[in-house]
Every structure is written in structure tokens, then in C-alpha cells.
């Protein structure tokens, strides 16, 4: 799935950043092509969500290029759609209104957004609560509703910074199910970060492990594992073998 | 409704006995009753004087519902200038907060001086304790918005308008609220002052008159009613907010 097409969406080059001092990005380089669910795992502080910053364009890097569908756009918001660690609905907004947030600031029709918005919110099972307010929702619907956000801004790559890590283990299962069955249906560009190996290769095609602060790829994976991926995955020799390679390697950069 | 009952019967019940104890007071003590009037003199000067009242009260709700809008507008207006240009924050506000501290009742003689005695400086004076509270409040709502929630809109490519009107004005509305409480509670008492110190009419005005004629009877009637003008304002606050922030209240508690 990974190197058949040379179609990157989201193509990085040798990006390098600093705040002050604190020399951040040390060259990274990546790549998502059409399609692809790129996952990116690495100690905590090693500059995972400035990776994301600079892709979403709130900050400009020191050097290196980022080009999405072969387009540079240093700098330029509003390109990818979007899902942070938090939910981040608006609590003003019933979930149909937080849903089309991206669309509406992209200024696209309304009414064309809240139909689009509907039928995923059926699709998803959350037709009867899009009327209704985050509160009265649990947890795992409110991070279904707010990846819903970030696939219906029909950007071609979509983010998302650990949105499972607040969830507990059982809630966390559920999502990746979930997630699974929803992108492997859709196939969308994901690109997605987290601390957690088992999650990166349970749901990816390609997994890049970062190294400590300044941040580098340690090593670039390509999960062996066929599509549609079963939940038994996790208990495959080659899945336990990866998975611990992965860790003494993480942890190595840990220590 | 019961539960209605149950938060207002105990609150209820306290002032029915104070009143209680004050005419019994009155009754066993034998004051005088233009030292401290019973509350069946209270009530007595209340129903003699309704006419003459009627007009004093309209005067003066009149002047705090005009002097708290203009006051409640400016201070938004404060608030949204001071937000969207920082600059402009770091110059004034310090001086905002520091001119609270000069009484107004010390400043109400200079505006009689300056403006007059008609409904100007009565309006000044109620506009500057107005208008500090909701400011301050809404400025402070306006940062308050959640990080996250901001980060994400500005991902998602929201300009500093955009920006504003999805999210922090939003977010900034229950603080502006509280502020707003404050300001109207705070309005009655500065159209009071205000018609002290000059002014031909207004309950102000009729509590000088009474207190030269030592009726104190009439100067607790004078009390009740701007109580109650003062909750009257509060309750139509409330209103507002009840119809604007409505259903999702609770929500926005729980979220911060």
C-alpha cells in the first residue's frame, strides 16, 4: 500500500526548528503518500506537536520545506484538516454546528455542510445526538465528533495529535475499531501522532520512530500486516516481535 | 416547584421573623418613631405617599436604566478595544484600574460644576460605576477561552475575526454576565448619589427632603424601593442572560 504510489501528500524535507534556545526538529524527514496512515511515535517532549505546528502553519520553521500535494505552504493555515488531543468542541455548538466548524471558517455553503455533516453523523451513529450539546455526550463521542470535524473539511491530509491518550483502555479499543473500519472504507491521509507503539502499528501503514529532543527519525517501519486489519493482529509473532524492537528502541532514547 | 419552595421558604421565613422582631421592638421599647419607625408606620408612610413616589421612582428608574446601558455599551466597547489592540491594553488598562480608585461621590461636585444640573453628569456619574465592571469582566472572559480550542480554529485557518466571533466573544459572554450583575447593582446606587448632590427629582432627591424633615418612616420606604429597583435591574440581567446563554449553560460550567 505504502511505496506502490509516488503521490505524497504531505512530503517533509530535512525540517529543522528551534525556540530560543531549545533546538527542537533536528531534520526530520517524511512522507505520506494518497492514502497512506502514516502514525509518528517518539518520547514525550520530542517535538511531536511542533511537528504538527509547523504543518498547520502556526509556526514557520527555522529551515527545511514542507509541501503538501507538492505545494509549499510554510506558514499558510487552513490546509489540513485537523484533530487535537482534546476534543475541542465548542460548548455553545450542538455537534451538527461543531462538525462543519472547518468548513465554515473555509467559507464553504452551509447548507451544503450541515447535509454532508448529517449523513456522517447517521453513518457514525450520531445522527440522534446532532442536536444535542458536547456535554451530554461521553467522551468517545465527542473524539468521534471531532474527527468527523476534521475528515469533512475535505483537505487531503488529515492530523491528529494523540486524540485516544485521555481516553481509558477499554474507551481507547473501542476507538481504534472504529477508526479502522471508518478509514479503511475511506482511505484518507493520516497522519498520526502518538506515544504509543501498539496503537501506531495497529492502525498504520507506515510508522516513523523519532528520536529525543532534537528530534530525528530513528527509523522508518513498513507494518507487514494486510488490510483489513483484525483486531488479533496485536498477538501476530511478527506484530509482538516489531513492537518490541520498537520499544528498546524508544527506550533507548528515553534513557 | 417543591424545589422552588425549598430554596425560598428558609430566606423567606428570616425576613417575615426580623420584621416580626423589629414591630415587637418598636411596640414593647416605646422609641420614638421618628428615631425608628415601626414597619406599620413603614407600611403606613409607603401607601400615603404612593402618588408623590409613583413619579420620584419612574424619574429615577429612568435615569439607571439609561446610565447603566450607556455605562453596560462603553464598557464592552473598553473591553473589545483593549482586547484587539494590545498596545492600547498595555497603556490604559493600569489606569483603569487605578482610577478606581477616586471615589465618585468626590468627582460627582466637579461634574455638577462642569456640566450642570440636569441629566449629564448624573448619566457620567452612573456610566463610570458602570462601566469599569463589565470591562474588566469582559476583557478577562475574552482571554479565557480554552488554548486548545484556539489553536485549533487558527489550524483550521480562522482569521483574528473569525477568530473573535466563533470563539472568544462566545467564550467571554458568562464573565461578561457576572459583569454585568455587578454593574447593575451598582447603577441604582450611583443614580442615588447622583441625585443627591444635585437634581429636582428622583428618589435621591425625595431621601434629602425627608431626611430635613426627620422622616425616617419615609426614608426606610425610600430604602425598600431602591432595593428593589436594584433587584429588578439584576432579574432583567438575568433575563438576558437566560435567553442568550440558555440551554448550554451547564455545558460551559463543565468545560471551564
Redesign the interface.
Known sequence: MAEQAADPVLDITDLTHRYGDLQVLAGVTLRVQRGEFVSIVGPSGSGKSTL??LI???VTAESGTIALAGEPVAGR????G?M???P?L???RTIEENVV??R???GAPRRASRELARQWLDRVGLGRFARS????LSGGMQQRAAFLRALI?DHDLICLDEPFSALDAMLRTEMHRWLLDLWEAERRSILFVTHSIEEALLLSDTVYVLTRRPATVAERVEVPFPRPRRDEVVDDPEFVRIRRRLTDLLRNETS | MTDALRRWAPPAVTVVALIAAWQLYTTISGIESWLLPSPRDVFAAASEQRTVLGEQVAATARLTLLGFTAGAAIGLLVAVALHLVPVLRAAVYPLLVVSQNIPIIAIAPLLVVWLGFGIAPKLVVIVLVCFFPVAVATLDGLRRGDPVIADYLLMSGANRRQLFTTFQWPSALPAMFSGLKIAATYSVFGAVISEWIGGDQGIGRYMIVQKSAFRADRLFVAIAIVVALALLIFGLVVLLERITVGRHAVGRRDNG
Open positions: 504538527f505546528h498547520g502553519g502556526l493555515r487552513g490546509l489540513v485537523y487535537p488531543q482534546q475541542a465548542l460548548p455553545w466548524l472547518a465554515d471558517i473555509a450539546y458536547p456535554h451530554e473539511c
